[in-house]
Structures are given as structure tokens and as C-alpha cells.
């Protein structure tokens, strides 16, 4: 039987918190931190650290400060992703090849209950420490742009040489080849790549 933390990062339906999920986010929070204090300019060091922390990683330019959660993250070469992005990547979060994401961006991969007894789970002080969540993979295909302060919720794919305007949420999967924009998120037009 799946653990909790598997049922997590494969996607579906989960209870947290249980200790696997608590020892892997507080060992990727160190890691983190140490990538995030790493300047720029070492770009040999934050390879390495980005090594450590995401599920795979081929070397790609990340401004940071970069925020997340368990490392969950697949991500091909030649990525760039500007400042401030933020991956609630309990499932997992895959980028393939040459994709550009603009500052200040935030991809969840899980959400809660809507039955508040089952998103709520209390510790011994009375605080919420948990409950039970439903994750789905995330995936971003080759050449995607995603302008900034753009939102992608779980279990949504963007397809290959897309553009997502700025300030868009993206609900539901974006075929390839076209402009989408809006909240929620819609295709606009077709774009005619060669």
C-alpha cells in the first residue's frame, strides 16, 4: 500500500501531515536556503544545489528568491525562470526543455477538501496542523512562456510553444501553439509558429 507521501507525489488524494512529508520538506527547506543565499554569479553552486533539492534537473537559469516545498520539480534544460516564483509542488511539477517563466508565478500542484472537517486537522494547542488534500501533477512543454504573476492549478498541462499573458489563471489544460489569457484562463488565438 502507498504511503501518504507517495499517494502525495503521484497525485490523488492524501492526509497530511505524516513524517516522510515532514522530513523531506524541513531537508529541501535547508537546501533552500542555502540556494537562495548563493549568489548569481556561482552558477556552478546553485547547479549543484538544484541538483540536490529537484527531482531532476538539467542546468537552466533560476534569478530567484525560488520557493517551494518538497522539490517535486523535473525540469529540463535551458529554463529561465525569473524572480520570486513560488512551486507548491506536492505532486510533481514537470518543465520540459527551453520554457521561459516570468517573475513572481505560482504553480499548485494540490488543493484541500471542501468538506471543512476533512481539510482540518488539529494539533494538541488547537491549531490546524493538516487535513486531507488531492494533488495532480502539473506539466509545462517545450517552449511555453508564461508571462508574470501568472497562477497554474493542479492537473494542468500547457502545451508545447504556448503563451500564457501575464496575470492569468490558468484552471484547465492550454493546447499547444496559441496565446491564452484571463481569469480563468483562455485561448485567445492561434499562433502560427513555424
Known sequence: ??????????????????IECIQRASLIAEKLESFNATPLSD???????LKEIFLS???????????LEYGHIEMAGGVFVNRDCMFIDNARITIQKNVMIGPRCLF???????????????????????????????????HVWIGGNVTVLPGVTIGSRT??????????????????????CRVQRSLNVA
Do not use: W
Open 1 to 18: 500500500m502507498a504511503s501518504n507521501y507517495q499517494k502525495m507525489l503521484d497525485g490523488g488524494s492524501y492526509h497530511a501531515p505524516e
Open 108 to 142: 499548485l500542484s494540490t488543493s484541500h477538501s471542501l468538506d471543512p472537517m476533512q481539510r482540518s486537522v488539529f494539533d494538541h494547542a488547537g491549531f490546524t496542523c493538516g487535513g486531507y488534500g488531492i494533488s495532480a501533477p502539473i506539466v509545462i512543454e517545450e
Open 163 to 184: 503563451t500564457i499573458g501575464a496575470g492569468s489563471v490558468v484552471t484547465k489544460s492550454i493546447p499547444s501553439d496559441v496565446l491564452a489569457f484571463g481569469n480563468p
Open 57 to 67: 534537473y538539467a542546468p537552466s537559469y533560476i534569478m530567484g528568491p525560488l520557493t
Open 43 to 49: 552558477q556552478a553552486k546553485r547547479h549543484g544545489l
